[in-house]
Structures are given as structure tokens and as C-alpha cells.
């Protein structure tokens, strides 16, 4: 028997229950005391529905700090990075987030629109990887071009001293490297 797909009863309670639903189980309410408030509320909900949706709620809500924490250490790590590979980092992520969420799908879900949009953006996230791959070769590319007119300039410019030209060259390619990190 394949696997089930969840129904969640709060799902069709009115957006702003749900919403308030969400606060209330970040803040600790318990089950029985979120079923006893909606039941006041003219929306009776049992304590297991509630609980399976708390569970799968939680569940969400606790990835999403680990994914924020994620980020959060990535930036601390390299402060000084450049943003190519911070977007790179918050691409993965995403990426990660995306793949997680499709691996819980089932294909009957596949045509929903949910899903597209989620299949959408993961298109998007990779395009945005290829431009960024894009930039980075063109920027070495240009630092290689830049190198080679420097070290040109150079040489004509102390032809009488070879060594010395050896040597500026040779600052010249540390430089282009630290660029290139």
C-alpha cells in the first residue's frame, strides 16, 4: 500500500484560525487546551487531528531555524566573502529546502499548483546558479586579460632589469590570485 497523504482538518478551518492555530503551538499551548479554544470558537477539532497537524506543523517550522541557522553561519564563517558566494550558499540552501519538500509529495500531487510553483522557483535557483557561474568566469577572465597587459607594460617598462620585471610579475600573479579567491 503506497503512503498516505495527509488531510489536515485545520487546513480547512478560515486563514485567520489556522494563523492564530500556528501561534498558539509556537507558544506551547497544548492539544487539548488548542482543542478546547477552537471548540469555543465553533470549530470542533480533535486532539489527534490537532496533534498531527502540530506534529507536521513543528516539524516544518524547526527546519526552517535549522536552514536559517545554516545561513546564519555561513555569513559569520566569511564575513567578507563576496556576494556571489553568499547567494551561492542561500541557493543551496533553498535548493535543499526545495528537494526536501518534493521528496514528500506524492505524484497524484504532482499537477498541483503548489507544486509547480515550487518546481518553478527550483528552475529559477538554477539558472540563477549558471549566471553566477557566468560572472565568475568573465571576471577571471578579465583579471587574466588585465595580468597580461600589466605584465606586458612592466617588461617594456624595466627591459634593463630583468629581475626586477621577474619580481613585479611575480606580485603581479599573487595578486590576481588573492582577486581570484
Known amino acids: 500500500m503506497g503512503k498516505r497523504r495527509k488531510h489536515f482538518k485545520v487546513e480547512t478551518l478560515p486563514p485567520e484560525i489556522v494563523e492564530a492555530i500556528n501561534r498558539k503551538l509556537v507558544e ?3 492539544y487539548q487546551q488548542l482543542a478546547d479554544w ?3 470558537m465553533g470549530h ?4 489527534s487531528s490537532l496533534a498531527r497537524y502540530g506534529k507536521d506543523f513543528l516539524s516544518r517550522l524547526e527546519r526552517l531555524r535549522v536552514v536559517k541557522e545554516q545561513a546564519r553561519a555561513i555569513v559569520e564563517v566569511n564575513p567578507d566573502a563576496p556576494a556571489t558566494e553568499m547567494a551561492e550558499a542561500a541557493n543551496q540552501l533553498a535548493t535543499q529546502l526545495i528537494m526536501e519538500f518534493l521528496m514528500q509529495v506524492d505524484l497524484d500531487d504532482l499537477a498541483q499548483a503548489k507544486v509547480t510553483e515550487v518546481l518553478k522557483a527550483l528552475a529559477k535557483l538554477e539558472a540563477s546558479g549558471v549566471r553566477r557561474e557566468q560572472l565568475k568566469f568573465n571576471f577571471n577572465r578579465g583579471v587574466d586579460a588585465a595580468v597580461s597587459r600589466i605584465k606586458e607594460a612592466l617588461r617594456a617598462e624595466v627591459a634593463a632589469d630583468p629581475e626586477l620585471a621577474a619580481r613585479l610579475a611575480e606580485m603581479v600573479d599573487r595578486q590576481a590570485e588573492a582577486l581570484r579567491k
Open 44 to 47: 470542533p477539532v480533535g486532539k
Open 38 to 40: 477552537l471548540d469555543q
Open 28 to 30: 506551547g499551548y497544548t
